[in-house]
């Protein structure tokens, strides 16, 4: 009697542990969802009347740059961005640059997708590698029928999907700002990287005022 009592405690734990695994595997958003998901929130922003006119502009943006936070890895983006440079940075220089990096990045993007408020976002593919790479095809189609591509590399962090990688027409934003950073590194040095970083940081805070 003791022994099939065990058993059943057993399976019952099983149980537990399985129906518990199952309900964070329906709750993690796939890569089309999550995108799909900061891309609404963005626009609803700049649809939003509070948030229209140049005198809202840092309001705005400060919105919209909460909503790319959720979803954007801007670690990961500034470890790609500076190659092989990352290793030798202390751990101060890493924070300072994930910071200076997230500013410019979230101005790239912001600037870019501020046009499109009124145009239609068409999500046109889903591909998953491993079930830990993911890139997510959108296209946003305008007034006049042109066509914008803007593609998501995202990765599985063990709970959810972030992004790493936007490309927009093309252009990959970690891969052309690794260029730049390399040869500012490679002809200066990454203290003089960092210099012109704060100084671009600078110009776009009082364009912004």
Do not use: C
């Not at 796939?30 to 649809?47: A, G, Y």
């Not at 909503?67 to 092989?84: A, P, Q, T």
């Not at 593609?151 to 970690?174: A, M, N």
């Amino acid at each position: 009697m003791k022994e099939r009592l065990n058993r059943m405690k057993k399976l019952i734990m099983i149980l537990l542990i399985f129906t518990f695994t199952i309900s964070i595997a329906f709750a993690v958003l796939s890569p089309k969802e999550q995108i799909k998901k900061t891309v609404d929130e963005v626009i609803n922003i700049l649809k939003d009347p509070k948030y229209k006119g140049k005198n809202k502009i840092q309001q705005r943006r400060t919105a919209l740059r909460t909503e790319i936070g959720k979803v954007f890895d801007f670690e990961e983006m500034s470890k790609r961005s500076l190659g092989v440079y990352w290793k030798e940075r202390t751990s101060q220089e890493k924070k300072e640059f994930v910071e200076l990096y997230k500013d410019l990045l979230e101005r790239s993007y912001i600037e870019k997708i501020e046009s499109y408020t009124d145009e239609e976002v068409v999500y046109t593919d889903e591909k998953i590698e491993n079930s830990k790479y993911s890139e997510v095809k959108t296209k946003i189609i305008t007034k006049d029928k042109k066509e914008i591509p803007i593609d998501y590399r995202l990765y599985f962090t063990g709970k959810e999907w972030k992004v790493y990688d936007i490309v927009i027409e093309g252009v990959s934003l970690v891969s052309n700002y690794r260029s730049q950073f390399n040869k500012i590194i490679r002809n200066h040095s990454y203290q003089e990287l960092v210099k012109r970083m704060k100084i671009k940081q600078t110009e776009e805070l009082m364009r912004e005022k």
